[in-house]
């Protein structure tokens, strides 16, 4: 497994940006939710959604399951930020407080360990207008061994 960022000559930010949007642009569910990406960097990323009617389960909350997918957007963009291919080998989530009808939720994600192939990630979701924190998740992450084809 070689090194994108040395072997390439692009900078560690040129490698994420890169890596970030070849992956986006085929993911369906990302843009379905109206995932919007905020920031990008090596081993960090921030994205936002604002819920929607459809988001909400029958106690008028947002679906758990939503709350986690915006999470998994943020790990993904930044488990793949460094120029190889790599999934999820798994993940946690704590449900803190409710998220509600036109709430805009920031999902941001911080790379905590990277060993060889595969990464530890924490994602906090917050409600962007009070900084209420939403959910925590952690992300554990594999490299598949290959260079993101934008980056090779």
């Known amino acids: 497994m070689s090194d994108p960022v040395g072997a390439s000559g692009r900078s560690a930010e040129e490698v994420a940006r890169l890596s970030t949007e070849s992956m986006l642009a085929a993911d369906a569910a990302t843009r379905m939710l109206g995932i919007e990406l905020r920031e990008v960097g090596p081993g960090l990323a921030v994205a936002a959604m604002t819920v929607r009617a459809d988001m909400l389960n029958g106690w008028q909350s947002v679906h758990g399951g939503l709350i ?24 946690d ?34 409600r962007e207008s009070d900084g209420t924190t939403i959910a925590e998740f952690r992300g554990r992450s594999r490299s598949v061994g290959t260079i993101n084809p934008a980056v090779g």
Request: aromatic fraction near 6%.
């Open 68 to 91: 986690a997918s915006l999470a998994d957007t943020a790990f993904a963009v930044a488990c793949n930020s460094r120029g190889q291919v790599t999934v999820a080998s798994g993940f």
């Open 93 to 126: 989530v704590d449900f803190i407080e409710p998220a509600r009808l036109g709430d805009v939720l920031v999902a941001t994600a911080t790379e905590t360990a990277l060993r060889g192939r595969s990464g530890i990630y924490d994602i906090r979701v917050t």
